[in-house]
T-cell receptor, first 113, second 113 residues
């Protein structure tokens, strides 16, 4: 199977600074990864994804880095804003072709004004 | 935009009651999923469905069943609710194939007394 772990359950960052949220996965055959953002009282919202044929992918103020050698991915948020305060999850697609995602337990990011 | 809706945001039931949680998506997605979310445990997959009338057990199916009579609707059923089923329930849908991201509804917070 697959297990997914996040390195820190909570993270506090000053507004305007950059933040990095980390995630580790167990199955080296995994080839698709997603980051979700979950605000209080809402369902998870897709932020960015990456496939294993890439090391880096950028979106608006967000970058996902994938290190397949150590089975680690990270989400970088640039110039954090108060609206970035949320719980962030990584999810890893099962390599067995059954469309299943395995989720990490989440990192709660708090932006300090 | 994909829209996934869930029938209730908050639900309070008594032990032994039969509970129906409804989920509807409007993007003609093949795949639909039911998760529960608990503090410290992240999202855990209960059941999923690839197509109408098809269902697959997820990681924690015990005490639950599902129904998918129409493509857009996926129901989660608690035959006899128990207090350990108090949780946040999240429905998701996805196109599948090359498009692996899942889109989530707002969640139903179920309390079983």
């Amino acid at each position: 199977g697959e297990s997914v772990g996040l390195h820190l359950p909570t993270l506090s960052v000053q507004e305007g600074d950059n933040s990095i949220i980390n995630c580790a996965y167990s199955n080296s055959a995994s080839d698709y990864f997603i980051w979700y953002k979950q605000e209080s009282g809402k369902g998870p919202q897709f932020i960015i994804d990456i496939r294993s044929n890439m090391d880096k992918r950028q979106g608006q103020r967000v970058t996902v880095l994938l290190n397949k050698t150590v089975k680690h991915l990270s989400l970088q948020i640039a110039a954090t804003q108060p609206g970035d305060s949320a719980v962030y999850f990584c999810a890893v697609l099962s390599p067995f072709g059954n469309e299943k995602l395995t989720f990490g337990t989440g990192t709660r990011l708090t932006i300090i004004p | 935009d994909v829209k996934v809706t869930q029938s209730s945001r908050y639900l309070v039931k008594r032990t032994g009651e039969k509970v129906f949680l409804e989920c509807v998506q409007d993007m003609d997605h093949e795949n639909m999923f039911w998760y529960r979310q608990d503090p410290g445990l992240g999202l855990r997959l209960i059941y999923f469905s690839y197509d109408v009338k098809m269902k697959e057990k997820g990681d924690i199916p015990e005490g639950y069943s599902v129904s998918r009579e129409k493509k857009e609707r996926f129901s989660l059923i608690l035959e006899s609710a128990s207090t350990n089923q108090t949780s946040m329930y999240l429905c998701a849908s996805g196109a599948g194939g090359a498009f692996n991201e899942q889109f989530f509804g707002p969640g139903t917070r179920l309390t079983v007394l």
